[in-house]
């Protein structure tokens, strides 16, 4: 596994796995138990596949788009804090923090989720993050 993972920060990650795809049916794959694992684990031609449990739960996401200057923002989180729970999620950690700012203001209680920085409110229902 060592020396696999080795090799593969050697050469490009696009490379490998085209020299090392092989079709899930193959028994290629169950020829080593930690690189079949691995090559199961990187190969991603079935995306609907995977995450099964994620992709079965009822969810419902909003989208906003428009031109600069347009109330984007605005909007979406007047949306936000009207339903019972949910999720910004904004580009740059700024806007997150500018919402989730907002959002406690109007008294909707919001956790903040950034790389740099994690703030939680007691009985929040709602989470300001970053995309990552």
Known sequence: MELLLRRCRKISFRRWISIHSV????SAVEEGSQSGGLRSALDLRDPGGDFV???SRKRRI???HGPTNSGKTFGALQRL???STGAYAAP???LAFEAY???NRGGCYTDLVTGQETFRMPFATHVACTVE
């Open 92 to 94: 740059l950690r700024l």
């Open 53 to 55: 449990a994620a992709r």
């Open 23 to 26: 079709p899930r049916e193959s």
């Open 101 to 103: 700012e907002k959002m």
């Open 62 to 64: 909003v989208y906003h």
């Open 81 to 83: 804090t009207e339903a």
